[in-house]
T-cell receptor, first 116, second 111 residues
């Protein structure tokens, strides 16, 4: 079945540093990947849609200069949280779209970011 | 009106009972509908998708779609404590494949 991996699964960093999170589709080609953020006991919030080879489309209210997204290949997208601050601490989840299966999305295991 | 509506719950059912989770959506043009399960602290996992009116069954799970009434349901038969999780309904946005997620319904199955 479709597998999506994320790395790292946990990040603890100091305020002001940048953090890169990788999302990979392991057994299918993902022309589109999505990045979500989820705070405790809240619903998934879509941050941006990433299409291979083009610029990401950000949701309203999401700072594109703070959350840099690169989708350089059909199996890899990265999210970089630049100059992270404590309020950026959250659960970041990527998903990849499998066009071959009725537009189904498969989620990665998520990355927990804690900014001190 | 929100695009995808779910009752946040919690919905509490005894072990062995049928759990019924509902989701309504606003876009009449929606074609595909997805149910995800999310355990606490974990990312969502796909349970089922449905795109035709009627029922779709997979093991203990049944998805029911009624496009005329714009709702999709998930039934869990013989509920187990391990089914306790948040269940998310997802519907692609109009004219797009980008999904809109409901806020999720918390299900608690007690022994």
């Amino acid at each position: 079945g479709a597998v999506v991996s994320q790395h790292p699964s946990w990040v603890i960093c100091k305020s002001g540093t940048s953090v890169k999170i990788e999302c990979r589709s392991l057994d299918f080609q993902a022309t589109t990947m999505f990045w979500y953020r989820q705070f405790p006991k809240q619903s998934l919030m879509l941050m941006a849609t990433s299409n291979e080879g083009s610029k990401a489309t950000y949701e309203q209210g999401v700072e594109k200069d703070k959350f840099l997204i690169n989708h350089a290949s059909l199996t890899l997208s990265t999210l970089t949280v630049t100059s992270a601050h404590p309020e950026d601490s959250s659960f970041y989840i990527c998903s990849a779209r499998d066009r071959a299966v009725r537009e189904t999305q498969y989620f990665g295991p998520g990355t927990r970011l804690l900014v001190l | 009106q929100k695009e995808v509506e779910q009752n946040s719950g919690p919905l509490s059912v005894p072990e062995g009972a049928i759990a019924s989770l509902n989701c309504t959506y606003s876009d009449r043009g929606s074609q595909s509908f997805f149910w995800y399960r999310q355990y606490s602290g974990k990312s969502p996992e796909l349970i089922m998708f449905i795109y035709s009116n009627g029922d779709k069954e997979d093991g203990r799970f049944t998805a029911q779609l009624n496009k005329a009434s714009q709702y999709v349901s998930l039934l869990i038969r013989d509920s187990q404590p391990s089914d306790s999780a948040t269940y998310l309904c997802a519907v692609p946005r109009e004219g797009s494949y980008i999904p809109t997620f409901g806020r999720g319904t918390s299900l608690i199955v007690h022994p």
